[in-house]
């Protein structure tokens, strides 16, 4: 596999994306399952930020201590569905500024529909962490990042819950330099351009919308 692309199937998120696929899931149960997975890939996703040592005091003695460095971190859901990962993410790093990019794939066309923007004032010296639980024809991701990169963005991470081939493929040809940590590559796309297996649409099985 691509070295930009990790696949993160540690057991504790393969189980909770079972109950996410699950037809039978309700929107409560799969609200929190989002949540929980993406604060489980946040923790991988985060891995390499840089660190530095600080001096402290324990209740014993003195210490050399790490702290987080460096670029701070900025979340960036896709509306509808990333949304739904938001609450995960920041309870892994509560101090991230949050930032949101709203598009809707066209149902004809499947082509990503820009109709909200609203970024952090200093976004470009951030690292921004863009969330959507799926990456399927890749259109939405792509047109994320170029939005992203017009405003400055230099370090740009994209999280997925579920991808698709095709869009890997579309998203790691049009961005090679955006790392996309996901937590299943699926088989393919359907005629209509969902996820085979998937799990349905995230945005309607998250807000209740169908
Ligand atoms: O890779 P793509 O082919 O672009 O498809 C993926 C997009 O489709 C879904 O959004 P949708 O258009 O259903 O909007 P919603 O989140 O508001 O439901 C999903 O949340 C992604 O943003
Ligand atoms: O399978 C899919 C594809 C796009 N968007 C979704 O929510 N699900
Ligand atoms: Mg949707």
Do not use: W
Not at 2 to 29: C, F, M, V, W, Y
Not at 131 to 145: F, K, N, R, W, Y
């Amino acid at each position: 596999m691509n070295q930009n692309i990790a696949l993160l199937d540690h057991p504790l998120i393969q189980h909770k994306l079972t109950l996410l696929r699950d037809k039978q899931t309700g929107s409560k149960e799969f609200r929190e399952m989002v949540s929980e997975i993406a604060m489980l890939m946040c923790y991988e996703a985060t891995r390499d930020l840089p660190l530095k040592e600080v001096d402290i005091e324990t209740p014993v003695a003195l210490a050399k201590a790490k702290v987080i460095s460096g670029k701070k971190l900025a979340f960036v859901p896709i509306l509808r569905a990333g949304l739904g990962m938001v609450e995960g993410v920041l309870q892994m790093v509560p101090a991230a500024k949050v930032g949101h990019i709203g598009l809707y794939r066209d149902p004809e066309s499947l082509h990503p529909v820009d109709y909200y923007v609203k970024l952090p004032e200093d976004v470009r010296e951030r690292e921004v962490i863009l969330l959507d639980p799926m990456l399927a024809t890749g259109g939405s991701a792509v047109e994320a990042i170029h939005v992203l990169k017009r405003q400055g963005v230099q370090h740009i991470k994209f999280m997925c819950i579920i991808a698709a081939p095709e869009g890997m493929k579309t998203l790691t040809d049009a961005h090679p330099d955006v790392p996309v940590f996901c937590a299943a590559l699926d088989n393919h796309l359907n005629e209509h351009g969902y996820i085979v297996p998937g799990l349905g649409d995230a945005g309607d099985r998250l807000f209740g919308t169908k």
